[in-house]
């Protein structure tokens, strides 16, 4: 199987580009990297956009049921009311949560397929529910949203990363930049559903492909945390040393979480 590209950027992409992480960082990005990827030629893409009505399917079920798993995303400032962002998690950060992917045997199969796939859960956003700008954790992934049921484009329902503003599309993948600002919105009387999974970047996952994969997967896990515990007020040497010592307790919380779901 091969490995997701970035053939349309190829010229943005240098050996130099250095890895990013926003509690170290701060609120600004400045690599060279687009507001949107092109994956389209990549052979995961193509199997979970001929799978999609299945992936909605199975979360059509947990929606009726109105299963446990559904809660608040974990960040409850963003969203304009925090029951208007819900997710159902079956993959974070390399953690598998297993009562949630048995629910979700088809999607969990296709996310499974796709190479260096390292979280992924169900995202609904109900009517009239916007989201903040904001930056993602880091620059190591494609943010990728299967858009499983889209009530209208845009301007009513849509993605913003930077300046540029992209609809959703029912069975087709939209990736992004997740360091770059951005924003969405639903402005429509329907709820909105996509399958969010994070893929690392091949320039990234090859450096020293398991150690590499490794150390994103433990830094972001520690990214609340530290945000919790440390803020922004600390010089980012201090951020960095903070989120160094806070990776390990967060990955054992998460991984004790994960056989226990």
Known sequence: MTHPTDTAHKPQHTESQQLWFSFVEGDTYTQPDPFFFDLSNTTWIAELEQNWTTVKQELSVLLAEQDTGIIPYINRTLANQATNWTVFVLFAWGIT???????????????????????????????????????????????????????????????????????????????????????????TDQPRYVLIFDVIRPQFAHQTPLDMRQSIRQFVLANPISEVLYHRTLPPFVRRMMMNITQYPARLAMWLYGRLT
Request: aromatic content about 6%; charged content about 20%.
């Open 97 to 187: 949560l297993r009562r949630n992917c048995r629910k979700c045997p088809v999607t969990t199969q296709l996310l499974q397929k796709i190479p260096n796939m390292v979280s992924a859960s169900f995202s609904m956003m109900r009517p009239q529910t916007s989201i903040k700008p904001h930056l993602g954790d880091t620059n190591a992934m494609y943010r990728c949203h299967l858009g499983l049921q889209i009530p209208a484009g845009t301007p009513q329902c849509t993605m913003k990363v930077g300046n540029e503003e992209r609809p959703w599309h029912e069975g087709k993948v939209l990736a992004f930049c997740d360091a770059q600002r951005h924003t969405a919105w639903n402005k």
